[in-house]
């Protein structure tokens, strides 16, 4: 049996108050994008999120990212926090879990 490497994801995620995206942009792009309020509850997300996690935008509206994505240690939330408020964009690596239980790598980006 062959190993195989596991697919990594881009991911953005930005606040509500980032500059908004035209819902045409939006939906073209082929990064997965969730877009959160400043308490990181869901507000909408792009289709390619939709693709990605298997859900809906209008049924994960209102979820906190946890529910979507998996638990976030509490080390990688205080760093993206903590940049997230000095106006900086916070980047990383990290396994996330598609509702399903399927893990994967993601490349994400939060900014406001």
Known sequence: MVSQSPKAFKITTMTATAPPLSDAILETLSEAVLIVDLEFRIL??????????????????????PQLIGSIPDQLRTASLEAVRRGELWRAVVWHQRPAETRFLAEISLRL
């Open 44 to 65: 909408r997300i792009n289709r390619a999120a939709e693709l990605l996690y298997g859900v809906n935008s209008s049924s994960v509206a209102g979820w906190p990212i």
